[in-house]
C-alpha cells in the first residue's frame, strides 16, 4: 500500500499542530488550528485534514471528542521541517566567555561546565560523553607506579589538558622501568595517541632486538590492557536532573523512575549515547525511535565534539518529548562547537 503524499497544506497544519501542542501540552482542535492557519481556511477544512494526517499516523486522537496530539512520526516531520527549513542558523548561540567555563585545565571539571551549561540553556538534562585518553594526541605522557598491578597514567593533551587514569596490568614494572618507557613514548612519538602506539609497537615488535624486546613487550602489554579497559568503561556527566523533577505535567512518574534508573546504570546509558554519535551536527532521537521502551517518553538531542575531523565524545539534552526543538538544537548545536573549538587549540 502506498503512503499518502502530504500536500503543502497538510504539511502547513501538521507543523502548525506540532508547534500548538508543544506549547499549550494538551491535545489540539482544528478550531485552534484555522485561528492561527495564515490564510483563511474552516474549520472543517482543517478537521479533515487532521482526520488524514491521524490515518497516516502523524497524529492520535485519545478521545473520540477530544483534539489530535502528535505522534512520534509526527514529531519526527516538525524536527525534519526545521533542519531542511532554516537550520543551521547563521548566528549562533552566544555564550560568554566567562559563563561558558570551558577553560585549560582538568579535563573532568570543564566537561561537568559543560553538562551543567546544556542543563541551564535547555531547561532540562545535560549531558556530556568524555573522550577515551586513548584517542588523545599527548604532548607528554608518564608512568607512575602506584602498586604491584596498578600503572598512574598522566596524559597531557596537545591542548594542555591534564589527564589521569589507572591502568591495571599483569606485569611487573619498576619505577625505573616506567621512567624510561615515558622517556620512550615522549621521544618518539610526541603528537601521537596510545592507539597509535599499541598498533605501531605491535607490528614493530618482532624487529626489536632480544635485549630490548622485553621492555617493548611489557609496555605493549600496558597498553593494551589499559585501552582494553578503557573500552568497558565510560565516563558520562550528567546535570539537571531536578529540572525533570520540576516538570511532571511533562513526564509522568514512572517513567522519570526509568529514566533515573537508567542514569544510575551509567553503562547501559554511556552504550546508548555512544550508539547514536554521528557525523551529524546535530542529531535528534524521539521517543520509540532509541528502541528502549523505559525511555520511550523521552527525546534526545545530541552532536559530536572533537577535533581534527576525529570525533571524542558526545553530547546534548535528555528531555521529555514535549520540549522546544526550534530553542534547543540550536543551544546543542553551539555548545557543541564551542568545545571543539577550546580543544582543538594546541
Known amino acids: ?20 501542542y508543544l506549547k499549550i501540552g494538551a491535545p489540539v482542535s482544528s478550531g485552534a488550528i484555522a485561528d492561527k492557519y495564515e490564510f483563511s481556511i474552516s474549520s472543517a477544512t482543517v478537521r479533515n485534514i487532521m482526520a488524514k494526517l491521524e490515518n497516516e499516523g502523524y497524529l492520535f486522537q485519545p478521545h473520540t471528542s477530544a483534539g489530535r496530539i502528535p505522534t512520534d512520526k509526527g514529531l519526527r516531520f516538525y524536527v525534519n521541517t526545521l533542519f531542511e527549513e532554516f537550520y543551521f542558523p547563521e548566528k549562533e548561540v552566544d555564550f560568554p566567555t566567562a559563563q561558558f567555563g570551558i577553560e585549560k585545565g582538568d579535563l573532568n571539571s570543564m566537561l561537568f561546565q559543560v553538562s551543567s551549561l546544556l542543563s541551564d540553556y535547555s531547561d532540562n538534562l545535560g549531558f ?3 573522550p577515551r585518553i586513548s584517542q588523545l594526541n599527548f604532548k ?21 589538558l ?15 622501568g616506567l621512567d624510561r618507557a615515558s622517556r620512550y613514548l615522549n621521544e618518539n612519538f610526541r603528537g601521537k595517541n596510545l592507539l597509535f602506539i599499541r598498533d605501531f609497537l605491535t607490528k614493530e615488535l618482532p624487529k626489536y632486538r632480544l635485549q630490548y624486546e622485553n621492555s617493548v613487550r611489557k609496555l605493549t602489554s600496558l597498553l593494551k590492557a589499559y585501552i582494553f579497559q578503557e573500552e568497558n568503561r565510560n565516563n558520562l556527566f550528567i546535570q539537571g536532573t531536578a529540572k525533570l523533577l520540576d516538570k511532571p505535567e511533562l513526564l509522568e512518574m514512572e517513567n522519570l523512575k526509568a529514566l533515573f534508573q537508567n542514569f544510575e546504570e551509567k553503562a547501559k546509558l554511556s552504550k546508548l549515547l555512544s550508539d547514536f554519535i554521528s557525523l551529524d551536527r546535530v542529531k535528534v532521537i524521539i521517543g520509540s525511535e532509541m528502541n528502549v521502551p523505559d525511555i520511550s517518553e523521552c527525546s534526545l538531542i545530541l552532536s559530536h565534539y572533537g577535533y581534527n575531523r576525529q570525533i ?25 562547537k564551542k568545545l571543539s573549538e577550546t580543544i582543538s587549540i594546541s
Open 1 to 20: 500500500m502506498n503512503s499518502y503524499i502530504l500536500t503543502e497544506k497538510d504539511r502547513q497544519i501538521l507543523r502548525l499542530s506540532v508547534e500548538v
Open 140 to 160: 607528554h605522557i608518564r608512568f607512575i607506579k602506584i602498586s604491584e598491578e596498578k600503572i598512574m597514567i598522566i596524559h597531557i593533551t596537545t591542548f594542555d
Open 312 to 336: 571524542l565524545g558526545s553530547l546534548g539534552i535528555i528531555g521529555p518529548k514535549r520540549i522546544s526543538y526550534k530553542h534547543i538544537i540550536p543551544i546543542v548545536d553551539s555548545i557543541a
Open 128 to 130: 556530556v560523553l568524555s
Open 162 to 176: 591534564v589527564l589521569t587514569e589507572i591502568a591495571e596490568t599483569k606485569s611487573y614494572f619498576t619505577q625505573v
